[in-house]
């Protein structure tokens, strides 16, 4: 994630509590009750965030995690294509002993 898409959520999270704060306030709420209700959404979305993020990191479905899967699997890839046939086969071996 850049620097610019960091600014851009911070600043696109603020503009979202000012519209909700400016909904609660067109509903009828006052002031203070407006203000409660916005960081009570705010806050709600920001512990839905950390669940998605924290399921995310359980699974080891993150970006970095399937990157890592899949440039292992190509250098095993590459390797066993480089394998002659009898060093497969004398890998395979090994593997039914083991």
Known sequence: MRRIDVFGIGIGIFLAGAIGYGVFKAAGLDSTQAGIWSQ?????GLLGWVATYLFR????TMTYHQQRKDYEDAAFQKRLDEMTPEEIEALKAEIEKE
């Not at 009570?40 to 709600?44: F, K, P, R, S, Y």
């Not at 990191?57 to 080891?60: C, D, L, S």
Request: glycine content about 22%.
């Open 40 to 44: 009570v959404l705010l806050v709600g």
């Open 57 to 60: 990191a359980g699974t080891k």
